[in-house]
Each structure stands twice: as structure tokens, then as C-alpha cells.
């Protein structure tokens, strides 16, 4: 199993910049892809970056050329920098790792880290 623990959210203008953090442990050679994903009261949870084990990123539209995940394995940590924010991106921003078990692949989140965008 995958332990993920998220930091790095705060209160922040519109135009600032935050750094996420979701640094995991445990079984961490079984883990493929990890990524970000956001939710907003009454909202279905969306994606906003994925990275997976060879460096690869997608990200969703509202945030390309805004966000930049990154992941750092000598630290077990994966980052989401997110510059030139807006009052939309705010949500609770929640850490994701797609785990595989032989031919099973199950998902871990982390607890959530609130990101509020004033205007």
C-alpha cells in the first residue's frame, strides 16, 4: 500500500503562486502514475496533472501553461506548482497514485490540501 500526505495550501491573490507537495511512502516501487485532481463543493473531482514514472505530464486545459508537476524520486515527492492563479483554481486539491499489484490497479488519495484564490 501507498501512503500520500499533501502541504503547501494556502490563501493566496489571484496572479500569486503556490506550491503543492505530496510526498508518499510505503510501497512506492508499485506506484505508475501519480497526479493531482481538484474538487469544489457540489462538483465532481477533476483532473489537473498527471506524471507518470518515465517523466511523462498531461494536464488539464484550464491549466496548461500555468501548472507544472514535477516529481522528485530521490525524495519520494511529487510537486504541483501553480503560478498566476485565478479565483476558479480554488478547491481542495488532492494527491493521487495509481498503484499496480500484478495485473490489479487500485488508487490511493491523499487527504487534501485547500487552495483559495482571492480576487
Known amino acids: 500500500q501507498v501512503q500520500l500526505v499533501e502541504s503547501g495550501g494556502g490563501l493566496v491573490q489571484a496572479g500569486g503562486s503556490l506550491r503543492l507537495s505530496c510526498a508518499a511512502s510505503?510501497?512506492?516501487?508499485?506506484?505508475?502514475?501519480m497526479g493531482w485532481y481538484r474538487q469544489v463543493p457540489g462538483k465532481q473531482r477533476e483532473l489537473v496533472a498527471t506524471i507518470t514514472n518515465g517523466g511523462n505530464t498531461n494536464y488539464a486545459d484550464s491549466v496548461k501553461g500555468r501548472f507544472t508537476i514535477s516529481r522528485d524520486n530521490a525524495k519520494n515527492t511529487m510537486y504541483l506548482q501553480m503560478n498566476s492563479l485565478k479565483p476558479e483554481d480554488t478547491a481542495v486539491y488532492y494527491c493521487?497514485?495509481?498503484?499496480?499489484?500484478?495485473?490489479?490497479?487500485?488508487?490511493?488519495w491523499g487527504q487534501g490540501t485547500q487552495v483559495t484564490v482571492s480576487s
Open positions: 493521487y497514485a495509481d498503484y499496480r499489484l500484478g495485473l490489479k490497479g487500485y488508487d490511493f
Open positions: 510505503g510501497s512506492i516501487f508499485r506506484i505508475n502514475a
